[in-house]
């Protein structure tokens, strides 16, 4: 039950109108994604940080793993980077809520691994994955929490991991 609840999450995310920029100051939670992933693309992990407000969470739900950006940021963003030092993403679509505070982002994120990271041992393969992440920002334009949503038996599939343990 709770799989048709999320495919029904993201379903409705992907009937929101295109992003738009309701914000007066200009700082909508779309612009905040989009900037978040140039800084994902340019490997900055600091500048990733450094969008967050002080009290900022990343949540990665096929991980079960939710905290503060402080430590889950540089400890997922960081050793993936490291793992996979070609990372890239492809941005396909933001949508933004009509206050500009949330925004949903449909993106693809590839690599080639070289380094055994997060139970993954190294076979030098390459994924594909497509993503879904969730973005809230306070009045500001900082973000405030980061959900992230994707098939973690695929890329295990992909990376050539066979078991679960």
Do not use: C
């Amino acid at each position: 039950m709770r799989l048709h609840a999320l495919a029904a999450a993201v379903l409705l995310i992907f009937a929101l109108p295109p992003l738009t920029h309701a914000q007066s100051d200009g700082k909508t939670a779309g612009e905040a994604a989009r900037l978040f992933f140039e800084h994902y693309n340019d490997q900055n992990v600091p500048e990733m940080v450094a969008m967050f407000e002080s009290e900022g969470v990343v949540e990665y739900v096929p991980f079960a793993l939710s905290g503060p950006v402080e430590e889950i940021g540089p400890g997922s963003w960081g050793v993936l980077i490291d793992a996979f030092p070609d990372l890239r993403n492809q941005v396909h679509s933001i949508r933004e809520t009509a206050d500009g505070r949330v925004a949903y982002v449909d993106v693809n994120i590839q690599g080639r691994q070289t380094k055994d990271a997060f139970g993954v041992p190294n076979k030098g393969q390459t994924y594909d994955l497509r993503h879904m992440f969730v973005f809230n920002t306070n009045e500001q334009g900082k973000i405030i929490r980061v959900t992230s949503f994707w098939d973690n038996a695929d890329w295990y599939r992909q990376l050539g991991k066979t078991n679960l343990d």
